[in-house]
């Protein structure tokens, strides 16, 4: 973010060489004698006070209690700043500890050598990864191993406006696919679209794919063609372009900058669904207090309802000064101590045995709770941006009907194959 992928792999190709990918065990003490970490992070970015707080003022200083031997030195950044951040100070040879990464960098790290290798060398790794979600695990993978734990997660469910629906005489959001069509005809004239999204991404297009029997690549990550353009990926993404063809999506998401966004077009009333997550829930409580929206499952087609996993991940780089204190700090990261007050800040736990209690104190999180237990993880490779810029540059002119679903997918598979050798 803010830097070429070419800066940012010369940057981070430097640091690893530097240092051989390896880390010194040799403790970084502070004035008092404490062993001293640093964590980068961006729980303040923009204006998130409740989760600065939370981490600041009641996590840390709880793991220091219980830990009175390490110090934990905490340094907010913004969101979009933290990449250009660490990409610099690889460079420099002047990394944290520790660092709370959105889960798609991790493995362009991880290829570069500046993270820590966790399975098979943190002592309780495998107990601490069987608690998770299945689904984020494979956003800490590179190269057959895992680089980090999930820390914090989210995955976007149906959010429908209740007055648009109310108007248009539809009684519920739809559940299906089929019952995603026959919502759509109920807009037709209404000046209301059926359905908004933001882009042809990862992140817009796979649920689609995944809900429709489909996938993006083989389970191991080793093929696309095939599989991005089977007759089930297709069906998935076909059903985006009919509806957007018949006027049900606005050109929003194929890049018309003038065009509202989901997150105004929805209160708003232009918009009658769009998929999203929890972190919703507080910014419309700010900007449109009298809208209550509804929350439901993905639609769901032959492969079921699946959606796709957003969040952060905890992980140590290649510059930790103190290996078992770091050690210390991340499984802390994984107890209820760190992630239910975090939870309550408006960020999921990724510890399944805490949804319960998560839901008792949050109701709202339930049906992202459920929606988690078959969401997947958009692909972990270094290389996951050019995939979505794949995606954009052959779906985009599907959308405009230029061309087939099936050639646009086939294009976009046979540029996919070689990234996914690297």
Request: charged letters at 20%; proline letters at 5%; one cysteine or more.
């Amino acid at each position: 973010m803010g830097v070429s992928a070419a800066i940012l792999a010369s940057a981070l190709a430097l640091s690893a060489c530097s240092s051989g990918g390896s880390s010194s065990s040799s403790s970084s003490t502070s004035g008092d004698g404490k062993v001293e970490l640093t964590l980068w992070g961006t729980y303040g970015a923009g204006g998130n006070s409740a989760q600065s707080d939370a981490l600041e003022k009641e996590i840390i200083p709880a793991f220091e209690k219980a830990n009175p031997d390490i110090k934990i030195t905490y340094v907010d950044m913004p969101y979009d700043g933290l990449k250009q951040k660490l990409t610099t100070g690889a460079a420099a040879g002047e990394l944290p500890d520790l660092i709370r990464t959105d889960l798609g960098w991790n493995a362009q790290f991880a290829k570069l050598g500046v993270l820590q290798q966790l399975d098979g060398k943190m002592p309780n790794y495998d107990q601490l990864a069987a608690r998770v979600y299945p689904g984020l695990l494979d956003t800490t993978l590179y190269n057959g191993h895992h680089y980090g734990l999930p820390l914090d997660t989210n995955t976007r469910v149906m959010v429908t406006n209740p007055d648009a629906l109310k108007k248009a005489g539809v009684e519920k959001a739809p559940a299906t696919f089929e019952e995603m069509r026959e919502f759509a005809k109920k807009f037709e004239g209404s000046g209301v679209y059926a359905f908004a999204e933001g882009g042809i991404s990862q992140w817009s297009i796979l649920p689609w794919v995944w809900s429709a029997g489909g996938d993006i690549t083989d389970k191991d990550h080793t093929k696309a063609s095939g599989y991005l353009n089977s007759d089930k990926s297709v069906a998935g993404v076909q059903l985006l372009v009919d509806l957007y063809q018949a006027g049900q999506i606005p050109n929003l998401m194929t890049g018309n900058k003038g065009a509202t966004e989901t997150s105004d077009g929805v209160p708003g009333g232009q918009y009658a669904s769009i998929l999203d997550g929890p972190w919703m829930k507080e910014i419309w409580a700010k900007q449109y207090p009298n809208f209550a929206p509804d929350y439901t499952a993905m639609p769901a087609g032959e492969g079921g309802s699946i959606s796709v996993v957003g969040g952060e991940s905890i992980v140590i780089t290649n510059k930790v000064k103190n290996l078992e204190a770091a050690y210390k700090f991340v499984e802390f990261t994984q107890s209820k101590e760190f992630q239910l007050p975090m939870s309550k800040a408006g960020q999921m736990t990724v510890v399944q045995e805490f949804a319960a209690e998560e839901a008792s104190a949050t109701p709202f999180y339930k049906i992202f709770s459920e929606q988690l237990k078959t969401a997947k993880a958009r692909l972990s490779i270094p290389d996951a941006g050019k995939v979505d810029d794949i995606l954009n540059a052959e779906l985009t002119p599907a959308f405009e009907g230029k061309v087939s679903v099936k050639e646009a997918l086939t294009k976009a598979a046979s540029q996919i194959d070689p990234l996914l050798t690297k």
